[in-house]
Nanobody, 121 residues
Framework: QVQLVESGGGLVQAGDSLRLSCVASGSIFGIGSMGWYRQAPGEQRELVASITRGGTTDYADSVKGRFTISRDNAKNTVYLQMNSLKPEDTAVYYC???????????????WGQGTQVTVSS
C-alpha cells in the first residue's frame, strides 16, 4: 500500500515563507507527475503547481513568481517552496501523485491527507 504524507504547514504572517514536503512510501512501482493542490473553506480544490518526473513545471497564475515546486525522484518526494505568502493563500494543501502500477489499471491517482497553511495579515 502506497501513501503520501505531507508536512510543513503552519501559521505564518503575510510575507513569510513556508516549505511543504510530501513523501510517498510503501510498495512503489513508479511515480509520474506530482502536484500540490489547495482548498480554502467553501471553495473548490484547485491546482497550485505540478511537476513531471522529468522536471517540467506548471503553476497557477496566482502563485507564479512566489511558489516553486521541485522533486527528488530518488526520495519519492515533492516540495513546495512558498514565498511572499498572502492571506489568500490560506487553505489546506494536498499532495497528489500519479502512480504507475505494474498491473491493470496501470495508473492511479493518490492523494495525501492535507496540511493546513494559514497566513495572517
Amino acid at each position: 500500500q502506497v501513501q503520501l504524507v505531507e508536512s510543513g504547514g503552519g501559521l505564518v504572517q503575510a510575507g513569510d515563507s513556508l516549505r511543504l514536503s510530501c513523501v510517498a512510501s510503501g510498495s512503489i512501482f513508479g511515480i509520474g507527475s506530482m502536484g500540490w493542490y489547495r482548498q480554502a473553506p467553501g471553495e473548490q480544490r484547485e491546482l497550485v503547481a505540478s511537476i513531471t518526473r522529468g522536471g517540467t513545471t506548471d503553476y497557477a497564475d496566482s502563485v507564479k513568481g512566489r511558489f516553486t515546486i521541485s522533486r527528488d525522484n530518488a526520495k519519492n518526494t515533492v516540495y513546495l517552496q512558498m514565498n511572499s505568502l498572502k492571506p489568500e493563500d490560506t487553505a489546506v494543501y494536498y499532495c497528489k501523485a500519479d502512480l504507475v502500477l505494474d498491473r491493470f489499471p496501470y495508473r492511479s491517482d493518490l492523494w495525501g491527507q492535507g496540511t493546513q497553511v494559514t497566513v495572517s495579515s
